[in-house]
């Protein structure tokens, strides 16, 4: 990277470093239309569609988190984000995923990472640790990158640090079909594994109806009774992930089952 991209690179991370210092672990939206973007990986072409489509009409777009590696744009996709955070803050949100968790469990592969000055790899590290983690809407959705804390009240998303346990589950977590809580861990092992009992009880405790995620390109993209979607929005997975997928909502209608959103292919 030459001197100047990173002197503007630099300035670009240390903006909207205070916008997110701004806002708190969850997010909370009250009334509009949002529109839900699963992982776009490096993606840029995906996120240059959505955000071109949506973002000027007065929508709010939730992307939940995994915005590099994988894909062959992964510093282009992230900085248009982050641009865009900066002239929209009020409209977009961008969750942590777990490849932006890297000050906290750093993982290889790692291509975005792996390519980065240490300069710059410190700077992206501290600057994403402090993506929030959740959204929440006034018709029934929580939506967050992985699996549901063990928590009783929304409130306690405002309480997880970065690292601990309990972020560890948002960020990695994966879901299974089968009956239990915390079944262990995944086929990839650092990833902590949930069932149908986790579901249940914490969208109890929570008062939601329906789950929107990403993270896990291999799941079955509609669960536990048409509440919990898995979504993404990347060509990285070609292999597990046909078509890119976003989700929309109107707040001023109540959603009790996924067949209450509209699902678009980008």
């Given at each position: 990277?030459?001197?100047?991209?990173?002197?503007?690179?630099?300035?670009?991370?240390?903006?909207?470093?205070?916008?997110?210092?701004?806002?708190s672990?969850?997010?909370?939206?009250e009334?509009?239309?949002?529109?839900f973007?699963?992982?776009?990986?490096?993606?840029?072409?995906?996120?240059?569609?959505?955000?071109?489509?949506?973002?000027?009409?007065?929508?709010?777009?939730?992307?939940?988190?995994?915005?590099?590696?994988?894909?062959?744009?992964?510093?282009?996709?992230?900085?248009?984000?982050?641009?865009?955070?900066?002239?929209?803050?009020e409209?977009?949100?961008?969750?942590?995923?777990?490849?932006?968790?890297?000050?906290?469990?750093?993982?290889?592969?790692?291509?975005?990472?792996?390519?980065?000055?240490?300069?710059?790899?410190?700077?992206?590290?501290?600057?994403?640790?402090?993506?929030?983690?959740?959204?929440?809407?006034?018709?029934?959705?929580?939506?967050?990158?992985?699996?549901?804390?063990?928590?009783?009240?929304?409130?306690?998303?405002?309480?997880?640090?970065?690292?601990?346990?309990?972020?560890?589950?948002?960020?990695?977590?994966?879901?299974?079909?089968?009956?239990?809580?915390?079944?262990?861990?995944?086929?990839?092992?650092?990833?902590?594994?949930?069932?149908?009992?986790?579901?249940e009880?914490?969208?109890?405790?929570?008062?939601?109806?329906?789950?929107?995620?990403?993270?896990?390109?291999?799941?079955?993209?509609?669960?536990?009774?048409?509440?919990?979607?898995?979504?993404?929005?990347?060509?990285a997975?070609?292999s597990?992930?046909?078509?890119?997928?976003?989700?929309?909502?109107?707040?001023?209608?109540?959603?009790?089952?996924?067949?209450?959103?509209?699902?678009?292919?980008?």
């Open positions: 990277m030459n001197s100047v991209l990173k002197d503007e690179t630099i300035d670009l991370l240390n903006k909207v470093e205070k916008v997110f210092e701004e806002e672990n969850l997010i909370r939206i009334s509009g239309r949002v529109i973007v699963g992982d776009t990986h490096g993606d840029l072409e995906a996120t240059k569609i959505i955000t071109e489509r949506y973002l000027n009409s007065g929508n709010k777009l939730v992307f939940l988190g995994d915005y590099v590696d994988r894909g062959p744009f992964s510093a282009e996709n992230l900085n248009t984000l982050l641009s865009l955070k900066l002239e929209y803050p409209n977009l949100f961008l969750l942590m995923g777990k490849h932006e968790g890297q000050q906290a469990i750093p993982f290889h592969p790692a291509d975005f990472w792996e390519r980065l000055s240490p300069e710059l790899y410190n700077r992206y590290a501290s600057v994403l640790s402090k993506l929030p983690l959740a959204v929440s809407t006034a018709n029934g959705i929580i939506a967050l990158h992985g699996a549901l804390p063990d928590i009783k009240n929304l409130e306690d998303i405002n309480s997880i640090e970065l690292g601990d346990e309990l972020w560890h589950h948002i960020t990695w977590g994966d879901w299974s079909n089968a009956e239990g809580d915390h079944l262990g861990s995944s086929f990839f092992s650092s990833r902590p594994l949930f069932g149908r009992n986790r579901f009880n914490t969208m109890s405790n929570l008062g939601k109806n329906v789950l929107i995620r990403s993270h896990q390109p291999n799941a079955m993209q509609i669960m536990y009774d048409r509440k919990c979607l898995t979504i993404f929005t990347s060509s997975y070609r597990a992930v046909l078509q890119r997928t976003i989700a929309i909502t109107d707040l001023s209608v109540e959603v009790k089952t996924i067949d209450d959103l509209t699902l678009e292919t980008v």
